[in-house]
């Protein structure tokens, strides 16, 4: 999921996956301190980075200096990097100090995906957020899209095709699933923003796409049904529903909105009432918690977690 198409310019969801922290952060350290040239502001990045953990070396082909695997990390980190490094002379820099300044003003990204530093733990962010492979809800049987092109300025004495191939495809409704922990992203982003933040991934996670294969196949469908509960115990992943697949001669949907809500039914028997059940769908369904569009979703969702992250924080 990229954020960042909605940031409007916000650092808390601006960030970069990158090999070329070090880059970056002298760019940040060239904006902080105008007199440093190119040279002298990459010099400055490595041995801040090289301070905080944060290894980087100078790969042979690009001359680059790059970590040993992508590295995430906010804009509001690089800012709070660069300020720190300006601010105070290298001989005082502390490693201690830099890896708190490291961990602070997360982005969105950072805070829900977390980040792996396994050379370096203490740079490690838990994620917050738990993403499932999305699965069809019936069997499917593969399709192959057989092509060819055809050279328009072949020989005259030639025929037949420039190129065949073939494509293996096919259509299916999926359950997808995922799930929050928002006392987690509290701790990460604060209150406010961790509120704001599981808006940003609902309407994400319910309206975005796979990007790849869209041209071929113009993959623009939007969810037939959206379940949202907000629960004080524990997540509950319904995909048990699909463990015998559906089905049907008339459409897959349908039946599948039955299958999950059986199931949803069936896990009160394990776990508590959700504080919060909103469904989004045009379809028939037999759970009375029904609300108008996604606006109304995330609105309902954002005023049950304001009051319930008010409530934690005043536990605390």
Known sequence: MDFRVNSEGADWLESHRTKRVAHVLAAKLSEKDPSLDEDMALSKAVDVLKTAGVKTTKDKKSGEYLTSALFLISNGELEKLAEYATNNEKDDWDKKELKQVINRN???????????????PELGVDASAQVAHAISTHEIVPEFDYYTALDDDQAENQSGSAMIGTLEYNSATLYRYANINVNELAQNLGSELAVK????????FITSMPTGKQNTFANKTLPQYV??????????NLVSAFEEPVKSRNGYVEPSIEHLENEFNDSLQFVEEPLLTAIVTKKQNKIDKKVANLNELLEKVSEVLRKEVADESNNN
């Not at 933040?197 to 994400?204: P, R, Y």
């Not at 379940?227 to 509950?236: E, F, H, I, L, N």
Request: glycine share 6%; net charge positive; proline share 3%.
């Open 106 to 120: 997360q982005s969105l990204d950072l805070a829900l995906f977390g980040r792996m530093m396994a050379d370096n």
């Open 197 to 204: 933040g599981v808006k940003q991934f609902i309407k994400s």
């Open 227 to 236: 379940m949202v509960t907000v629960r004080k115990d524990t997540p509950v």
